[in-house]
């Protein structure tokens, strides 16, 4: 059985993981800690805990049964914004967390009593030992505070990222952690928000360090398309090179991109379609000699990636299908 480690959080990650559950795989997520946005966020500064809201989305997608996911990701009417104190627009999972982390003792032992009621067998590990607080720098020099904020737009124009940081800076990385990094046959980044799903997990010094010393095979996997005030206007070549900003490195053997554009983007998002421009496709090994200035190839693999029922994101049989097919 292939141990497939997946770093992450956010509607991508559960989109990868919705396919990846349906093979012979022995899955370990690996969750930012970052989230402060939603009803995760209202819980994790009312009881001073860390972020629940990612780790129940991992519990509800690879549950074994849809009614356990239905019930777990069940959101009370009102406001998932409101106040932090009250019960409106929460989600019944992030409220059993809660309480699994208090009469369990920790937030360790409060994910495994939660995995064993939901018969989900994959594993599920925080990035970090501790909840952390996300900055971002824009390319103008001002800097943005909180996940939610950067997540929404939250802050006045230009909304253009250039990059991220961690407080604390080296926050603490379990052993369960590292040690599923250096057993996997399969490392997978993405796909997910690039500056407050993914970067928040690749910048965590150690989990960087063994990103770049590990000799397993790690995929990148970009986005089908662009959110408006976190990747506006990205191609393919931007993906890669956010990535180097942050890493000094692009530690990725193999890079997964959507090729079909042709599905019209709901206008009401105002996505549009990451490109696959001539940078990154000289910069793959599908190209003679081609190199990100001397780093090593990787391997540029295009395919039909996108759901047709809604192009923001991936088609979770399709992406699995590249995936294995790669393996």
Same mark, same amino acid.
């Given at each position: 059985?292939?141990?497939?480690?997946?770093?992450?959080?956010?509607?991508? @990650?559960?989109?990868?993981?919705?396919?990846?559950?349906?093979?012979?795989?022995?899955?370990?997520?690996?969750?930012?800690?970052?989230?402060?946005?939603?009803?995760?966020?209202?819980?994790?500064?009312?009881?001073?805990?860390?972020?629940?809201?990612?780790?129940?989305?991992?519990?509800?997608?690879?549950?074994?049964?849809?009614?356990?996911?239905?019930?777990? @990701?069940?959101?009370?009417?009102?406001?998932?914004?409101?106040?932090?104190?009250?019960?409106?627009?929460?989600?019944?999972?992030?409220?059993?967390?809660?309480?699994?982390?208090? @009469?369990?003792?920790?937030?360790?032992?409060?994910?495994?009593?939660?995995?064993?009621?939901?018969?989900?067998?994959?594993?599920?590990?925080?990035?970090?030992?501790?909840?952390?607080?996300?900055?971002?720098?824009?390319?103008?020099?001002?800097?943005?505070?909180?996940?939610?904020?950067?997540?929404?737009?939250?802050?006045?124009?230009?909304?253009?990222?250039?990059?991220?940081?961690?407080?604390?800076?080296?926050?603490?990385?379990?052993?369960?952690?590292?040690?599923?990094?250096?057993?996997?046959?399969?490392?997978?980044?993405?796909?997910?928000?690039?500056?407050?799903?993914?970067?928040?997990?690749?910048?965590?010094?150690?989990?960087?360090?063994?990103?770049?010393?590990?000799?397993?095979?790690?995929?990148? &996997?970009?986005?089908?398309?662009?959110?408006?005030?976190?990747?506006?206007?990205?191609?393919?070549?931007?993906? &890669?090179?956010?990535?180097?900003?942050?890493?000094?490195?692009?530690?990725?053997?193999?890079?997964?991109?959507?090729?079909?554009?042709?599905?019209?983007?709901?206008?009401?998002?105002?996505?549009?379609?990451?490109?696959?421009?001539?940078?990154?496709?000289?910069?793959?090994?599908?190209?003679?000699?081609?190199?990100?200035?001397?780093?090593?190839?990787?391997?540029?693999?295009?395919?039909?990636?996108?759901?047709?029922?809604?192009?923001?994101?991936?088609?979770?049989?399709?992406?699995?299908?590249?995936?294995?097919?790669?393996?």
């Amino acid at each position: 059985m292939k141990k497939i480690v997946c770093l992450g959080g956010g509607v991508g @990650t559960m989109n990868l993981l919705k396919g990846l559950k349906k093979h012979d795989f022995h899955i370990t997520v690996i969750v930012s800690m970052a989230d402060d946005g939603g009803s995760a966020g209202r819980l994790r500064r009312l009881y001073n805990v860390p972020p629940p809201g990612d780790i129940v989305s991992c519990l509800a997608t690879l549950s074994s049964d849809e009614s356990y996911s239905k019930f777990l @990701t069940y959101r009370f009417p009102g406001d998932r914004y409101g106040k932090d104190h009250e019960l409106h627009g929460q989600k019944m999972g992030n409220l059993m967390m809660i309480a699994a982390q208090n @009469t369990t003792g920790s937030f360790k032992k409060g994910i495994e009593l939660l995995k064993k009621i939901f018969n989900v067998t994959a594993d599920i590990i925080p990035a970090t030992e501790e909840p952390i607080t996300l900055h971002a720098e824009t390319t103008d020099g001002r800097t943005i505070t909180s996940e939610e904020k950067i997540d929404l737009g939250k802050y006045d124009e230009p909304r253009v990222l250039n990059k991220i940081f961690l407080e604390p800076k080296d926050p603490k990385v379990s052993d369960d952690a590292l040690k599923a990094l250096d057993e996997a046959d399969c490392i997978i980044a993405g796909p997910g928000d690039l500056y407050t799903n993914i970067l928040p997990v690749l910048v965590v010094p150690e989990i960087a360090q063994k990103l770049s010393k590990l000799e397993t095979k790690k995929i990148f &996997i970009v986005n089908v398309a662009n959110k408006p005030f976190e990747t506006k206007d990205y191609t393919l070549s931007d993906f &890669i090179e956010a990535v180097k900003r942050h890493l000094n490195a692009f530690p990725f053997d193999i890079v997964i991109t959507n090729n079909n554009h042709e599905i019209k983007m709901p206008s009401q998002y105002h996505y549009t379609y990451v490109k696959i421009d001539e940078p990154a496709r000289n910069a793959s090994a599908s190209v003679a000699g081609g190199k990100i200035k001397g780093e090593k190839n990787f391997v540029l693999v295009e395919n039909d990636l996108v759901d047709a029922s809604f192009p923001l994101y991936h088609d979770p049989e399709k992406l699995t299908a590249t995936i294995v097919n790669n393996l």
